[in-house]
Nanobody, 127 residues
Framework: QVQLVESGGGLVQAGDSLRLSCAAS????????MGWFRQAPGKEREFVAA????????VYTDSVKGRFTMSRDNAKNTVYLEMSSLKPEDTAVYYC????????????????????WGQGTQVTVSA
């Protein structure tokens, strides 16, 4: 069983930066990937970013490229999502998740590929 705990959300102004953290505990293989998803009110959950734990490779959805950076701290079993130049449209509940699918193909981007999920952290960006 794996537990994921997010932190770091809050209320910020447009243009500000924020860093989300996701601490993982429990047993898993070393070949897994971590993802960040977000869900705005009235909208479906959408992919934001993913990271291969073994290689550190990352992918991002187009709307956050150049503004968000996902990284990991192996010693702390923690992933981060550094968000800069935040926009009101980034307002959502952000979830981290863990998947054991291979780092290839479009399964990385699907929420259905992720088995474990955190409880979510609210990010609100005011105009």
């Amino acid at each position: 069983q794996v537990q994921l705990v997010e932190s770091g959300g809050g209320l910020v102004q447009a243009g500000d930066s924020l860093r989300l953290s996701c601490a993982a505990s429990g047993r898993t293989s070393r070949n897994f990937l971590m993802g960040w998803f977000r869900q705005a009110p009235g909208k479906e959950r959408e992919f934001v970013a993913a990271l291969s734990w073994s290689t550190g490779s990352t992918v991002y959805t187009d709307s956050v490229k150049g503004r968000f950076t996902m990284s990991r701290d192996n010693a702390k079993n923690t992933v981060y999502l550094e968000m800069s130049s935040l926009k009101p449209e980034d307002t959502a509940v952000y979830y981290c998740a863990l998947s054991v699918v291979n780092w290839s193909g479009d399964r990385i981007y699907r929420s259905s590929s992720y088995v474990y999920w955190g409880q979510g952290t609210q990010v609100t960006v005011s105009a």
